[in-house]
């Protein structure tokens, strides 16, 4: 009988691409997806802990699925329900107890055991939780990647954090940094291509610190990295995120200068403007560095957009702090932005801070920095059009005849084009702007003719994905 499984992910881009690797673990023992909770055999949340809200949002869907669960009791019919991800890991004996009737509980760096979980789910009375920091790397034990969705597939290089920022979880729910072998990474990006991939974003908690070893002993960064993706043919369009300011090194900033595959967009979180915040915070550079390491990229790379998080209402933040950063925004611009109200994450320093900031201040203060980063990005976004672009057309769109891709900036593109262009970077005049998104339509040559994308591209890519 052929298993049905759900899973819904939450939270960062990492968990996207954790969701296909656990669906890859499990197809060898006969699970094939669902977009439907109802039906399912074992549905997997899997999790985001970053701010309380997100981390809320899971014991009420548990709720929700618990239900369903009840339905279900038979034993052929059964439903085993389980957590993985950040909030599976930081709080695995409060979701015991708070939810009773889940079955299996397993964090970040567990999931290629999952087959050994459910089987043990199956067999024994009682809860499966496993949120080690096993010795193994999970990379070394996942099958070859098989689930690709769509043509821009993410690819996790890097996991972890050592920075310890105060107000973050991510260093006690991931772990200790820890980049994947060169190979293994050119390996899989190959694979990804050779089904249809057309673009790939590199991921990683501090992805531009990613220093992975070779068989010699010796290391590649990022920028050597992003070098070698770019030989594969057929791979017209690299990304990577997220990045760490201090962590910005020369070779990184000379791809963006050599590497036409590398896109011109980086997402760089700042936080704050505030030098004193940032001191705070614990985070390794001042505002005026994060000024110069933008100077050096702009150098590099004069069209770069660039993206950022924010955090207002930091414990200790005054109105000065503030102002810092709404300065820093206005001096930068950014094309795109999120923003954040700081939210105490237990075990965090930041959380035991005395100085907490009022909500009512913390409210004010984030609609003031979003209007000025909406207002930067509309500008941005009508400074593209009459532009002419390369875009690889992802997908069908919302309404028919529509096809939407990403500009090289990362916005949202809508066009009205075949189906038959889904796959293929395609030339487009951008025709009008919106707050998130811009309007374009097939860009012609004299003669009439759709012009092709310009980028360094095979003709070959028009294969199935699976
Ligand atoms: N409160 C608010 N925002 C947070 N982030 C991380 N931790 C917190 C927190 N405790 C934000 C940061 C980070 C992004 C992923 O989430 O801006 O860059
Ligand atoms: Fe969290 Fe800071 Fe690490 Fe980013 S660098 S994951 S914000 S601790």
Known sequence: ???????????????????????????????????????????????????????????????????LKNKRVGEADRMILAVGG????????EIVRRAPYVDMVFGPQTYHRLPEMVARAHRDAGVVLDTDFPAESKFDHLPEQTTVQGYAAFLTVQEGCDKFCAFCVVPYTRGAEFSRPPQQIMEEAARLVDKGVREITLLGQNVNNYH??????????????????????????IRYTTSYPADMNDELINAHRDVDQLMPFLHLPVQSGSDRILKAMNRRHSSDDYRAIVGRLRDARPDLALSSDFIVGFPGESDKDFAATMDLVREIGFVQAYSFKYSPRPGTPAAANEYQVAES????????????????????????????????????????????????????????????????????????????????????APDGQNVKGLMRQSKTQKRAIA
Not at 86 to 93: D, H, L, P, T
Not at 226 to 236: C, P, T, V, Y
């Open 1 to 67: 009988m052929t298993k049905k499984l759900f899973i819904k992910s939450y939270g960062c881009q990492m968990n996207v691409y954790d969701a296909q690797r656990m669906t890859d673990v499990l197809k060898p023992i006969g699970y094939t997806v669902t977009e439907n909770a109802d039906d399912a055999h074992l549905v997997i949340l899997n999790t985001c802990h970053i701010r309380e809200k997100a981390a809320e949002k899971v014991y009420s869907e548990l709720g929700r699925l618990n239900l």
């Open 212 to 237: 992975g070893a070779r068989d010699d002993g010796s290391e590649w960064s990022l920028g050597r990295l992003i070098r070698e993706l770019a030989q594969i043919d057929g791979l017209s369009g």
């Open 361 to 444: 201040v913390k409210t004010e203060r984030l609609a003031a920095l979003q209007d000025l980063l909406n207002e930067q990005q509309l500008a941005f976004n009508h400074a593209c059009v009459g532009q002419q672009m390369n875009i690889l057309l992802e997908r069908p769109g919302r309404k028919p005849g529509q096809l939407v891709g990403r500009s090289p900036y990362m916005q949202a593109v809508h066009v009205n084009a075949p189906d038959s262009l889904i796959g293929e970077v395609v030339a487009l005049a951008i025709t009008d702007a919106h707050g998130n998104s811009l309007s374009a339509e097939l860009a012609t």
């Open 86 to 93: 950040c909030v599976a890991q930081a709080e695995g004996a």
